[in-house]
């Protein structure tokens, strides 16, 4: 394949995009680059974030498409843009995670269970998505950090153990921009316990906006003595901050803005999604 091909194919699968399956890391034909099982093989080794959609012909009927740490994608960009990028360059950043992947807070708290596999393995648990599926257009919708075994504690605290680099989940870029959210600054974590319920069930998935860190009032993720759990949060007068549980039998208290770093208090982030059973 000529030079010119290759550079036309790259910008038709890039698009600026910023997640891609392992067949079109290949079909890139990057400098330095991998065969379609060898960036399998990086991807993996690297952990880098993941979603897995319906395929015909994938394993399970599924496929994955991985985003890469950011200073490869920005060489995937500069090549899609006819650019020169050294093979040099390419095996420098394919094996890098991007540091803001792992969590930055020592509160994280690790999942208790984990999740069971339904009868019928990998087969059952994607079953049969239908025709509609192959219409879906990835470059609309962006993965977001999914850390699936660290949670929230919606008690008393838990725990703090650092968590594992994450997972991802899609979401369409439309509705992030509808809400002013920067994907980039989203992290997406399980809550456990049951003080805020009924709004939170336990298990729940929330989405934290990490710039929101100055109160209103609305349901927060915070840090108190070194616990990560998630409160509503109620801004008084003379910078009164009061922190509620939804749920009744757990009392609200209030900690006063001056005194927060000495009480082990911060804010990492305000509440912004949801997702749970419906009880």
Request: glycine residues 10%; aromatic residues 6%.
């Amino acid at each position: 394949m000529k030079s010119s091909e290759h550079s036309s194919l790259a910008q038709q699968i890039c698009s600026e995009r910023s997640a891609f399956t392992c067949a079109e890391l290949a079909a890139m034909q990057l400098p330095g680059g991998l065969s379609e099982r060898g960036w399998l093989k990086a991807a993996t080794r690297s952990r880098w974030p993941f979603v897995e959609i319906p395929a015909k012909g994938g394993k399970g009927g599924v496929k994955k498409v991985f985003s890469p740490p950011p200073e490869l994608l920005r060489l995937i960009h500069r090549h899609a843009r006819g650019e020169p990028v050294a093979a040099s360059e390419v095996d420098s950043a394919k094996g890098r995670q991007e540091a803001r992947l792992v969590p930055q807070h020592q509160e994280w708290s690790a999942a208790q269970a984990p999740v069971e596999e339904p009868d019928g393995g990998e087969d059952a648990r994607h079953g049969d998505c239908g025709e509609w599926a192959g219409g879906v257009d990835l470059k609309d919708y962006r993965p977001l950090r999914y850390y699936r075994d660290i949670s929230l504690s919606a008690g008393h605290g838990a725990l703090n153990y650092e968590g594992e680099p994450p997972g991802a989940l899609l979401f369409s870029e439309a509705w992030l921009r509808t809400m002013g959210l920067k994907p980039e600054r989203l992290l997406l974590v399980r809550v456990s316990g049951d003080s805020m319920l009924p709004t939170l069930q336990p298990g729940s998935t929330v989405m934290i906006d990490t710039t929101a860190t100055r109160v209103t009032s609305g349901i927060y993720a915070i840090n108190l003595g070194g616990a990560a759990m998630v409160k509503r949060l109620q801004a008084l007068l003379g910078g009164v901050i009061r922190v509620i549980s939804d749920n009744p039998a757990y009392d609200a208290f209030q900690i006063k803005r001056h005194a927060a770093e000495t009480d082990g208090f911060s804010i990492i982030g305000r509440v912004v999604w949801h997702a749970g059973a419906v009880p």
